[in-house]
């Protein structure tokens, strides 16, 4: 199908981006293109302007930045998985990227764009909450962070308003935290049914703590907090490891469709979390 008729704009730095959007009624960002071509073919958007960030080489690549890992918005998925600052300091990151849908659509796909479009089935977004991200945002007032927590506001939906240019997304850097993500899917480089993005800081034999985030568990990503409380003090080992993670479908609202019951989602959060917090535990 032909999408509608658009205008085209590729600022020359990220000020122009925001002016541009800030003048548009029904403008749309595109990043690598990869959630935004489909939805303009398929006549789901009607944009008056798409403004492509592609040449803006100031929202790429990543940076130490202290504490955290600073990932430019325009940095490849690819990018990300071949980092090797990203491999040292946040590979919880690096393993979900790797299951993110083929190698063509990691070579275009953006860790910004992903965020951005938020789709709850989506590895990245999960990764972003168990890790209390931060997002980097440029708009007419200004540039502002947001955490994690409330950057994901419900399906498809964002703090991002028009006029607003996500910049970069800080990662903390996880230090003595092992991390895994586990997903379940119906075919390899397919949404995932349920996915689980686990990490786990160890005091000898036993959890200190435990952060856990969600993939399609709701209309956003969500944070497993009772499983993280439960997983505090006790053994790595296996069995007590999959005892916590019985909690994991708590306070969730997990989607009804073609791919899974509703039901069958909250069996997997259970299983997967289990699974998720003894590969990160080593156990």
Same mark, same amino acid.
């Given at each position: 199908?032909?999408?509608?008729?658009?205008?085209?704009? $590729?600022?020359?730095? +990220?000020?122009?981006?925001?002016? +541009?959007?800030?003048?548009?009624?029904?403008?749309?960002?595109?990043?690598?293109?990869?959630?935004?071509?489909?939805?303009?073919?398929? $006549?789901?958007?009607?944009?008056?302007?798409? *403004?492509?960030?592609?040449?803006?080489?100031?929202?790429?690549?990543?940076?130490?930045?202290?504490?955290?890992? $600073?990932?430019?918005?325009?940095?490849?998925?690819?990018?990300?998985?071949?980092?090797?600052? +990203?491999?040292?300091?946040?590979?919880?990151?690096?393993?979900?990227?790797?299951?993110?849908?083929?190698?063509?659509?990691?070579?275009?796909?953006?860790?910004?764009?992903?965020?951005?479009?938020?789709?709850?089935?989506?590895?990245?977004?999960? *990764?972003?909450?168990?890790?209390?991200?931060?997002?980097?945002?440029?708009?007419?007032?200004?540039?502002?962070? #947001?955490?994690?927590?409330?950057?994901?506001?419900?399906?498809?939906?964002?703090?991002?308003?028009?006029?607003? *240019?996500?910049?970069? #997304?800080?990662?903390?850097?996880?230090?003595?935290?092992?991390?895994?993500?586990?997903?379940?899917?119906?075919?390899?480089?397919?949404?995932?049914?349920?996915?689980?993005?686990?990490?786990?800081?160890?005091?000898?034999?036993?959890?200190?703590?435990?952060?856990?985030?969600?993939?399609?568990?709701?209309?956003?990503?969500?944070?497993?907090?009772?499983?993280?409380?439960?997983?505090?003090? +006790?053994?790595?080992?296996?069995?007590?490891? $999959?005892?916590?993670?019985?909690?994991?479908?708590?306070?969730?609202?997990?989607?009804?469709?073609?791919?899974?019951?509703?039901?069958?989602?909250?069996?997997?959060?259970?299983?997967?979390?289990?699974?998720?917090?003894?590969?990160?535990?080593? #156990?």
């Amino acid at each position: 199908m032909i999408p509608a008729q658009f205008d085209y704009v $590729r600022p020359d730095d +990220v000020a122009e981006a925001v002016r +541009v959007l800030a003048d548009c009624e029904e403008p749309k960002v595109m990043a690598g293109g990869q959630s935004l071509t489909p939805l303009l073919r398929f $006549r789901l958007a009607y944009p008056d302007v798409v *403004v492509d960030l592609s040449g803006l080489a100031e929202l790429r690549g990543v940076t130490d930045d202290g504490e955290w890992l $600073r990932v430019g918005a325009m940095t490849t998925h690819d990018e990300v998985m071949r980092d090797p600052m +990203v491999a040292q300091h946040c590979d919880l990151l690096a393993q979900a990227t790797r299951t993110v849908a083929d190698p063509a659509v990691r070579h275009r796909g953006t860790l910004g764009g992903s965020l951005a479009h938020a789709d709850p089935a989506g590895d990245l977004p999960a *990764v972003a909450a168990a890790l209390d991200a931060e997002f980097m945002i440029s708009g007419e007032d200004g540039e502002r962070t #947001v955490p994690a927590s409330e950057f994901f506001q419900d399906y498809l939906t964002t703090v991002l308003d028009v006029g607003d *240019v996500l910049t970069a #997304v800080r990662f903390p850097k996880m230090g003595a935290w092992s991390c895994h993500y586990e997903k379940f899917s119906q075919a390899a480089q397919a949404w995932a049914i349920v996915g689980v993005a686990a990490a786990v800081r160890l005091d000898g034999g036993t959890v200190a703590e435990a952060r856990v985030g969600l993939t399609n568990m709701g209309s956003t990503p969500v944070r497993a907090r009772e499983v993280e409380e439960a997983c505090r003090g +006790v053994p790595a080992r296996t069995d007590a490891l $999959r005892e916590a993670a019985q909690s994991a479908d708590a306070g969730t609202d997990p989607p009804n469709d073609l791919s899974a019951r509703a039901d069958y989602r909250r069996h997997l959060a259970r299983v997967l979390t289990g699974r998720a917090l003894a590969r990160a535990a080593g #156990v």
